[in-house]
């Protein structure tokens, strides 16, 4: 049964920064190209960030561009989203989700296995 387990998120006030986990299990992690993805009350889900399987190509989204990074530990099977300058703008609920292809891809209907989300809060 695969697994995706989000933590890390919290209450920040703007400014600061946070770092996502997100941890694998019952798949092959190094086949997956991952992503996160975020949601806040009242929006779509929105892609922001992706990586590909041996962690050599990334995406992100313009709005967090030069402030977010993506990574990932395929020996922990854990990719991480580390989140600097944080604006009350980026509050919302984060998820992982995992894509069995060798692009990262930036479209929710291209990912296969999602987590159930970490709340992220940014203070003004």
């Known amino acids: 049964q695969v697994q995706l387990v989000e933590s890390g998120g919290g209450l920040v006030q703007a400014g600061g920064s946070l770092r996502l986990s997100c941890a694998a299990s019952?798949?092959?992690?190094?086949?997956?190209?991952m992503g996160w993805f975020r949601q806040a009350p009242g929006k779509e889900r929105e892609f922001v960030a992706a990586?590909?399987?041996?962690?050599?190509?990334?995406n992100y989204a313009d709005s967090v561009k030069g402030r977010f990074t993506i990574s990932r530990d395929n020996v922990k099977n854990t990719v991480y989203l580390q989140m600097n300058s944080l604006n009350p703008e980026d509050t919302a609920v984060y998820y992982c989700?995992?894509?069995?292809?060798?692009?990262?891809?930036?479209?929710?209907?291209?990912?296969?296995?999602w987590g159930q989300g970490t709340q992220v809060t940014v203070s003004s």
């Open positions: 990586i590909n399987r041996i962690g050599g190509g990334t």
């Open positions: 019952g798949l092959t992690f190094s086949r997956y190209s």
């Open positions: 989700a995992a894509d069995l292809s060798v692009v990262a891809f930036t479209t929710a209907s291209s990912y296969n296995y």
